[in-house]
């Protein structure tokens, strides 16, 4: 019993549990909606001023060039470390100012915070969800949506924690998503390593068999979030919805105890020795004998030269840092990225906003909120193997699947655009779809285009687009829009604004403008997705898994 225990402890399905554990809670910037009134009313932001912070919010959450480079250099838990001691500090100094135990911090101070706290997350994301890539590359599409999936459900699996823990939302919600990742991710620092030669057969099905579980635990809360948005729950009725949410998070440790009793068996079945090898204990390759009056290449070409900077590797081969960011196909992807995921996040940041100028009472823009966070789940998930299932069953392309998506955000932003009575249901809904649905097909085609020697980097930096199209959209578009309709309204009243209370803006037009502006955005990014559809056809009318599967029969060999 020993021995299978520290199997499983040791084995790569635990590793994969305690990835989705750490990125279930590694989303608390999809929870900015839930805190941002707080933000607002405690420090007398107006709107153009608190979507700069959630600008930073958006900056800190995607621009993860920093934790790739440390990653590429250091083994995962270092990563996970620095990210879980980032966390707890900006979100604990963001919660010292909203709850007035500090001064009030100056803009670029609360700012400086909330890109601390937020930038922590794509820490825990590079140290999870790219370790598990590179150990499940055949699978690459099921483990980033299992993955990404889990980051989606994260609010509204946080959400009913919180209620557990303290009640009613309140400012102790920041405090709460401050400590609660930092704690994961420190228990599960050992656990998540680069582990060699794994490969198994069918082990696509053990993520379906996963993927299930994430269903109906998303299932659950979708019922959960309906239920309370109907009823007033009591504390009690709190932890007790909470505790189930906890047994259908912690479900896949099942699945995980099976999948290794299996292989435990079939281990004493056949008496081969099988042996995982970690990064820590891989032994350097020795390097092979030079022939006698063989000529020294390495001589004869100089490892730096501008030629091979510049000539770029075919398709699904290790690119360099530099090739990959020079490249076009980059160049379109980071386009259309910026246009897609940043319109969507800057219709989510705003959600709260959104559903107070329509007149929405406070619960149900909570369970926009949830929805969002539900929705993103699905897209994540569903996009993630149903990409995985027909690229490699009819050869369809993802680049493909992320030009319908793209189109379809396009009908979210429209209906919020012309504000229909409960339209928000709907746009909340495709929203949440579509801004989770891109992620799994951007890091795939990113790990399939440009190898996955530099993974780690090239992931965190296509992720850069999303803060520079909520730069533009929300920052320059959607916050000083608002604040100008805003103004517009209180003139026509014959009011005078207050120094340090924040502008409120009434009615469809406070977002009509900004909403038709992102919907063009994303129709020039839908157009620039087709381009690259184009261009990587053949790419992916080829079997692009074939080199793992060779490399892995020659390993077995």
Known sequence: MKEFIQRVLLGRWFMVFASLLIMAVSGPGYMFGLYSNHIKASLGYDQTTLNLI???????????????????????????????????????MIWLAVTDRISKPKVWQMCLYMLVGSNSQTF??????????????????????????????????????YHAFYGDISKDLILFIGWLPTAVSLIFLRTVRIMKNVRQAKELKVFCK??????????????????????????IEYVGSASVVSILLFLPLA????????????????????????????PAAEPSPRPAGAPN????????????????????????????????????????????????????????????????????ITTFVSLVSIWNYLGRSVTGFASEFLLTKYKIPRTLLLTFVLLLACTGHLLIAFGVPNSLYFAS?????????????????ISEIFG??????????????????????????????????????????????????????????????????????????????????????KFYKGDIYKKFRVEAEAVEK
């Open 54 to 92: 959630s600008f930073f919010k958006d900056l800190g959450g995607n621009v993860g060039v920093l934790s790739g480079l440390i990653n590429e250099f250091t083994p995962p838990w270092v990563v996970l470390f620095v990210g879980s001691i980032m966390n707890f500090f900006g979100f604990f």
């Open 124 to 161: 825990s994301n590079t140290g999870a969800l790219v370790t598990c890539v590179k150990n499940f590359p055949e699978s690459r599409g099921g483990v980033i949506g299992l993955l990404k999936s889990f980051v989606g459900l994260s609010g509204a699996i946080m959400t009913q924690l």
């Open 297 to 364: 290449t390495a001589m004869e070409k100089p490892a730096f030269s501008l030629e091979k900077i510049f000539k770029l590797p075919d398709r699904g081969e290790d690119y360099t840092i530099f090739q990959a960011i020079i490249s076009p196909d980059m160049m379109m992807l980071f386009v259309a990225t910026a246009c897609g995921t940043g319109g969507a996040l800057t219709a989510i940041d705003n959600l709260g906003q959104i559903g107070e100028s329509l007149g929405y009472p406070t619960r149900t």
């Open 452 to 537: 996955l020697k530099y993974f780690s980097t090239l992931y965190n930096f296509g992720s850069v687009a999303t803060p520079v199209g909520t730069y533009i959209l929300n920052v320059k578009v959607a916050g000083p829009l608002y604040d100008k309709q805003a103004l517009k309204q209180m003139k026509s009243l014959g009011l005078k604004r207050e120094a340090g209370k924040e502008l409120r803006c009434v009615g469809v037009h406070c977002y009509r403008i900004s909403f038709l502006v992102i919907t063009a955005a994303t129709l020039f990014g839908f157009l620039i997705s087709i381009i690259l559809v184009l261009r990587t056809k």
């Open 210 to 235: 996963l993927f299930y579980v994430s269903l109906g635990l998303a299932s659950f809360l979708m019922v959960l979030i309906i239920i309370q948005n109907k009823l007033r729950f009591t504390r």
């Open 429 to 445: 809904v495709i929203t949440g779809f579509c801004f989770g649905a891109q992620w799994p097909l951007i890091i795939a085609i």
């Open 255 to 282: 699945i995980v105890i099976k999948e290794d009793y299996d292989l435990w068996k079939s281990k004493k079945a056949d008496p081969a020795p099988v042996e995982i090898v970690t990064d820590e204990n891989t």
